[in-house]
């Protein structure tokens, strides 16, 4: 069935789409059967090229593939049937399209000739998708699907990547058509920008040269980059001697161990990075798009500072935040452009400057914002995330997470040296994001340490996909931060509603070692911090899927916070709260806002 | 305190509202213009008129003429986020790009005898609007024009017995030899 010399071959609408996963380089899919797509499954079970996860709801694929695609650079790839197939796996879509992670969705639906009969299994697949894809096709023409599948990866791998859904219908599953293969032609209408236009970037040489007290700020772009964008970005950032902060979903771009670095910034970052956002004169934001986790207040938002935005999606610049100098283009290209533009210039910077602007910045790291009270009694959940970063020094190891205070705990107390390694929920906030995507991780990286910092309630939306890593020896960490609530809305609820916690608290939570243990992966608890160290040792030599019940402090909050509403340099601290200041902590327009 | 300032601020702080005509050319495909209309209502983005046809065969290319409202950071968002759409190729602000023609095409429809139907007829020869329908109680007329004279039309048809009007949506050009 290999394509011939001039390219074009005759085969089955199933076989077409085998053949071009097979040449687009896709080594796994993870994906789920069900009657609209049986004539790929049929083929997928006659070769040898392409594995195939079987997951547990569709859901699970999506975040599975997205897991695969961030911690690889490679797109991510999902098969799943018409119907409820396709519905389930909105969710991870919508997750894919506010993070920019490539990924490809194949769905089935029913024959051409019953569209918009109300078919069994039938459902508007591309109209649901629309708003949460980067692109979606329904292909009525098997002589088309060859086509549309290799621009479904170019348009999900290019500019800003995103989710793409391919809708197949039975029939056409079935009938046969010409086989294309992979074209090097351009994209007709989407041509996404690679280097920045020079003028910008020469006058963003220019701000950064004559910079006072300037600061990096950087996204998942960097990452989204590849690993090329990174280590260019560490020679930029050393070459010029300025502090760098990054968005939750930058981490590991530039590393944490390193003195420039000033920790994450926004809504629960650390006092210096979010202080030297507000005080700086130049900011140079790259690949992050000023999100209101970030900016907080917008009308105090960095007053005063020049700011520069390195984009490879225009509609990211003056979204939210006006811009003085816009630079469009893909941050793997930029940044090396920016190095090139510095290196000419040759600046001499204003170092009494620099020094007076670190002498301020030391005096913010100072502050030490991310102490907290330790218990001898009872874990606290950030010396368990802590334990867990020192007891994993020196391994190969990739970090998932679910959604909520344990997410931000894990994005403060586990440090990223290298990017790809940190795999989160960040636009949408998806509780359930973490066990899935371990499981992808896991199948990209089978001998690293793939760990979920999950939270309790989280756990339980996607539970089942321990079956998945069960099946396929994946052996995945599970390591619950549990304190019986959903932290982060009791902690909204303590801090804006009175500490009336309305259905925060679950009453009736699985033993989750026996839990472990029903789906025969390894179950392990901890409930002294005494034991923990032995508990996560025992964790990371288990060559199997691991739930550890890290049995934590039930009223934890996660600090430093700015509240709803106020600017970065009004942040609440943890260690010196009364209950007045909680009470008094945001105002009464700040609780309006989310 | 002031207004809070976060994104989720309730009031936004006042900014004049423009309205730009924007000419979009896209691949005449299934689920272009949905994806267009969409991306308005997805982010509350305005629509006062909305115009498409396919205007190349061959290419199967179709223009989308868009009148809008907003904000200068709308404008520059709905732009942009236009242009992101695989099938798009182009976005133009025509309101930007030197000096526009538009154009929109309305039939109104006027019920009356007597004085009020010979003052229809005199408005509409002034007007150069054309009778394309006719009765002894009614008729059906044709105006081309900018939006501003068809409004004023229809407003002076009000009271000499307006039965309803149908209207095209703008259509606009450039003026000048240049493409867009």
Redesign the interface.
Known sequence: MSANENGSVTMTGAQIVLQALADQGVEHIFGYPGGAVLPIYDELFQQERIKHILVRHEQGAVHAAEGYARSTGKVGVVLVTSGPGATNAVTGLTDALMDSIPVVCITGQVPTHLIGNDAFQECDTVGITRPCTKHNYLVKDVNQLAKVLHEAFYVARSGRPGPVVVDIPKDIQFMSGTYKGVSNSQHKSYVPPREGDQAAIDAAVEAMAKAKRPIFYTGGGVINAGPAASKSLRELVHMTGYPITSTLMGLGSYPASDKQWLGMLGMHGTFEANNAMHDCDVMICIGARFDDRITGRLDAFSPGSTKIHVDVDPSSINKNVHVDIPIVGDCAYVIDQMIAAWKARNPSIDKEAHARWWDQIETWRKRKCLHYRNKSDVIMPQYAVERLFALTRGKDTYITTEVGQHQMWAAQYFHFDEPNRWMTSGGLGTMGYGIPAAVGVQMAHPDSLVIDIAGEASVLMTMQEISTAVQYDLPVKIFILNNEYMGMVRQWQELLHGGRYSHSYSEALPDFVKLAEAYHAVGIRAEKPAELDDAIREMIETPKPVIFDCVVDKTANCFPMIPSGEAHNNMLMGDDLTDEDIENAISEEGKVMV | ??????????EK?EQKLETHTMSVLV?NE??VL??VI?LFS?RGYNIESLTVSETEHEAHLSRITIVTTGTP?VI??IK??L???????SVTDLTVCGETIERELALVKVAGVGEKRVEALRLAEAFRANAIDASLEHFVFEITGRQSKIEQFVALMQPLGLVEVCRTGVAAIGRGPERM
């Open positions: 305190m002031g207004q809070p300032g976060s994104a989720y601020s309730l702080p691949d299934p689920g949905a994806r969409g997805g950071m520059e968002q942009h986020q242009d992101r759409l695989v099938p798009v190729h």
